[in-house]
């Protein structure tokens, strides 16, 4: 931890990315706060918090960087039967508070999650400014699946997701990307590798050429209208 940069509340001058740990894999800062500002500031240059209490906010920048580009989504056989079974109901931004607090919620493991109370105000404060999106799956009424992020330009940084139903949250991710595709967006940030994202199409690439992609992407505007969305999940077939 000593190796890193410390920052003061309300600083957003982050250190240069090539200077982030390798060990652990991508640790760049400590410290500063979780405004709007802060956070804007660091999703530019692709940086993001990830942190559990009582540690200090941590900013990271790992390399590779996961993330799904256009036309590399993946669907499996079963969840295409899914979707055609046209169960749920898929909104955007409907309950983004609900979402969030869903995926803080602690898992089956019996394990918390590192979205604290002030992670989950400082999201929705980004989502009351236009930032910070939801997409929700209902089955009859009630909140099943889920995910939540940040859009800048025509850049998405996934955050968290959670299920309640098996595949509920791939059919979130499925409607999103299908989406975020049909509006022009150049990239989909997974952050950090898994098994679940790379089922789903996800790749790695290197912080370089991440950054590279994300610099062409931050500054494109996107149509807000994309937001309004409300369909059966059959329909993304």
């Not at 001058?13 to 956070?39: H, I, Q, V």
């Not at 530019?44 to 918090?49: K, L």
């Not at 400014?129 to 889920?146: F, K, P, Q, T």
């Not at 059919?171 to 997974?190: P, R, S, W, Y």
């Amino acid at each position: 931890m000593s190796l890193i940069r410390r920052l003061a509340a309300g600083e957003r001058d982050f250190p240069e990315t090539t200077l982030a740990l390798a060990e652990p894999n991508g640790l760049l800062a400590a410290g500063g706060d979780l405004s709007p500002g802060t956070l804007l500031a660091a999703y530019e240059r692709g940086i993001f918090p990830w942190y559990q209490a009582p540690q200090p906010i941590l900013w990271w920048s790992p390399d590779p960087r996961s993330v799904i580009l256009p036309g590399q989504l993946h669907l499996s056989r079963s969840l295409r039967r899914e979707l055609r079974k046209n169960r749920y109901t898929i909104t955007f931004d409907r309950a983004f508070e609900a979402v969030v607090r869903c995926c803080a919620e602690t898992r089956e493991d019996g394990l918390g999650t590192w979205i604290d109370e002030d992670m989950v105000q400082a999201y929705c404060a980004l989502h009351r400014r236009g930032y910070a999106h939801s997409i929700e799956v209902w089955d009859d009424g009630d909140l099943v699946g889920g995910l939540y992020g940040v859009a800048l330009g025509t850049a998405f940084f996934g955050e968290s997701m959670f299920s309640r139903r098996s595949n509920t949250s791939k059919i979130a991710l499925v409607a999103l990307v299908t989406q975020l595709e049909k509006a022009g967006f150049g990239l989909f940030d997974c952050q950090v590798e898994s098994p679940h994202m790379n089922s789903m199409g996800a790749i790695n690439l290197p912080r370089l050429d991440f950054e590279r992609r994300l610099a062409q992407t931050v500054t494109q505007a996107h149509d807000p209208a994309i937001w309004a969305f409300s369909r059966g999940c059959g329909e993304l077939l």
